[in-house]
Every structure is written in C-alpha cells, then in structure tokens.
C-alpha cells in the first residue's frame, strides 16, 4: 500500500526481470561465454565516445527545449543547479529501471531480433513488447506510470525504441549508451519536463531519424 511497495522485494524482482530473463537466456542458448559477451558491452568503446556527448548533453537539451517551446512556463519550475544535480544521483541510484531492463531489451531481444528483421521493424516490436511490460505499473498508485496516459507511453516507448535501435547500429551495440538513454530519459522526468513533451521531443526526433533512412 502506498509508497511502501517501492520497498518491496518483489517490486525489485519485477523491476530487474528483464535483466535476469536477459543474462539467462544468453546462458541458456550461448553457455557462460554468451554471458560473459554480453557483459563485455557494457564496457565503452573509444569510437562510441562522440554519442555519449550527445547523449548525456544533446538529449536533455533537447528535451529543454521542446518543453520550452510547448509549455512555456516551465523554465520557472525548473530545480535549481544543486537540486539538479542531486536529482541525478538520486536517478542513478534509486531508478531500477535502465540497469533491470536494458539487459533484456537491448542487451539480449534486440541483437537476435535485428538477424531475423530489418531495424525498424525490430524497433517497432521491441517497443511494443517494452510497452506492454510496463503496463501493470499503470495500476499501481505508488509508481510513476499510475498519473501517465497508456497511449502516450505506447508512443514515448516506440519513440525510444527507435532512438536506441539506431543509436544500437551506430555503436556496434554498446549497452552502456542504452542505459544511459534510458537513465537520461528518466531523468528528464524526475526534472520536472512535462511528459508530453518530453514525448513530442523523442517522437520528432525519431521522426527524423526514419526520414532520413537512418534505419534502413
């Protein structure tokens, strides 16, 4: 009841099923050198650096920006520079989502779906099933998804998957940058960026990213 269920062992069971069901599987079908591929992405590679940039500074800026222009009275409700700053370590440490999901979703589904699919139908699908995961959350009061409308996160996830699935090409899989997607994106929200627009910036930048052929 209330708050109190974020501190149940199940919530951290659920929170990380992804991961778990992600190591396993490698386990299951490539033995402990799979496992031990798999978390050898987590460690960056010198030509991904330039996209850590962009991502680390490009995406909140962009999410800054389609907040400010969609809802303009939200720079006054923005937390100041310290506040900003704890509300990042806050995410890192008490946000389970980027490190108890990306090993399943980008770290184990999306490889194997990319052999058998073209990418952006592999992201259309991750995003659904990543979609559809969360949606018992919407009906648990003390998560985040309970005040979000299911068709706009519907949107927000494919959104992201596309981000990430191209991102995913560009990096030769680097599983660190997916966290870190995922850990920006969730950050934007414990900033205060209004959801929708957060969701228009990741839907246009998407948008672009499929215009130019960046999936193809």
């Known amino acids: 009841p209330g708050g109190s269920s974020l501190l149940h062992p199940l919530h951290y069971i ?8 992600g ?10 050198a799979g496992v031990r591929r798999l978390l050898a992405r987590v460690v960056p590679s010198r030509s991904a ?36 700053l704890f509300l990042l370590s806050f995410t890192l440490v008490a946000d389970t989502g980027p490190l108890g999901e990306e090993f399943g979703w980008r770290g184990f589904a ?6 058998h699919r ?12 990543w979609w559809a995961w969360h949606l018992p959350t919407f009906f648990i ?27 995913y090409q560009r990096t030769r899989g680097d599983l660190l940058l997916m966290i870190l997607v995922h850990v920006t994106a969730n950050y934007c929200g414990w900033i205060g960026i209004p959801f929708n ?4 910036a990741e839907v246009a930048c998407a948008t672009l990213i499929i215009a130019c052929g960046g999936l193809r």
């Open 141 to 167: 009061p003390a998560l985040s998804q309970h005040q979000l409308s299911i068709p706009i996160f519907l949107m927000n996830s494919l959104a992201l998957s596309v981000i990430m699935t191209w991102l």
């Open 49 to 84: 650096l330039p996209w850590y940039v962009a991502v680390l500074i490009g995406f909140p800026a962009l999410n800054l920006v389609a907040a400010r222009l969609l809802a303009p009275d939200f720079l006054a409700r923005l937390p100041s520079w310290h506040r900003l």
């Open 118 to 129: 073209r990418p952006l139908a592999a992201a259309v699908i991750l995003g659904v099933i």
């Open 14 to 21: 659920a929170a990380f099923g992804p991961s778990i069901a």
């Open 23 to 32: 190591i396993a599987m490698a386990a299951s079908t490539e033995g402990w």
């Open 197 to 200: 627009e957060e969701v228009a």
């Open 110 to 115: 999306l490889p194997r779906l990319l052999k």
